[in-house]
């Protein structure tokens, strides 16, 4: 997104449609794009499903444990374009431990409920509204917030964000 496409979204967001905190400074010339959301851990997303869905007992795979919070979130909010993706963990992450270090992998990451990216208008535009916004935050216990994504530009996993 260029200076001026970031100007363009923030005069004419459509009414209704949460603003969010600014991009951090130097945001434009990062090798990566950016993830609006919050992060989130196999702990923290088993606690949520044993508090608001009481299936824990029944779903042993932490990859549906995943599924079912993931699945839970976008229809509590309504706000369907919610995707799960990694970042770059920043120092609230680490100092919280919801760092990834997974065998082999060089760089340490953290997992996002992401709402929206930079990676286009469209995707940077795609965003929840002010209802769904404080539904989501709620259920998280704090405000969403800006993550550089885990991957270089030129390897930015589209099908991530694109779950239309």
Not at 38 to 65: I, M, R
Request: hydrophobic share 35%.
């Amino acid at each position: 997104m260029t200076p001026s496409t970031e100007h363009r979204a923030r005069k004419k967001l459509p009414p209704g449609l949460v603003r969010y905190k600014p991009l951090p400074p130097g945001w434009r010339e990062s090798q990566h794009y950016w993830f609006y959301g919050w992060p989130v851990t196999d702990e923290s997303l088993h606690n949520y499903v044993l508090k608001h869905l009481n299936l824990v007992k029944h779903l042993k795979n932490p990859d549906l444990v995943k599924s079912a919070a993931f699945t839970d979130m976008r229809r509590r909010s309504g706000y369907e374009d919610l995707c799960f993706v990694g970042a770059i963990p920043d120092a609230e992450a680490i100092s919280k431990g919801f760092v990834i270090q997974y065998p082999g992998q060089q760089y340490p990451e953290v997992h996002l409920m992401a709402l929206s990216c930079t990676r286009s208008t469209r995707l940077y535009h795609r965003r929840p509204t002010k209802e769904q916004l404080a539904i989501l935050t709620e259920l998280f216990g704090e405000e969403p917030r800006w993550f550089e994504d885990c991957h270089l530009k030129k390897d930015f996993m589209a099908e991530l964000m694109d779950v239309d």
